[in-house]
């Protein structure tokens, strides 16, 4: 299916919107290493649970975490190979660009 180039760039502002939040970027990362349930990126990220859970909702949301069920355990895992690629590619921009990304004030947080 093609898609028109302006529908295609307000999707990649979304995927990357998914991407440009730090908790769903920690969340997205720590899950890069090894699936893991809810509990587990609470403990690792140092976050309330509350906020782990809404996050890892909006991430399944979008399909860019999907879930497993055993028992009643609910594993969350990156639903591509490419997301851990995107991360991968990005910190590798980072290794270049860093200095000017910390500097630049147009991305600062509000």
Sequence with gaps: MQVDQ???IELLAKLFRGF????RLLILKSLSSSPKIASQLVEELGLPQSTVSTHLG???DCNLVVTSKKGRKITYSLS???IREIIDLAE???K???RNIWACVNYNEG
């Design 92 to 94: 590798d921009v980072l």
């Design 6 to 8: 302006s529908i295609q």
């Design 20 to 23: 440009g939040d730090k908790t």
């Design 96 to 98: 270049t660009t860093y």
């Design 80 to 82: 591509s190979e490419l």
């Design 58 to 60: 909006c991430l399944r």
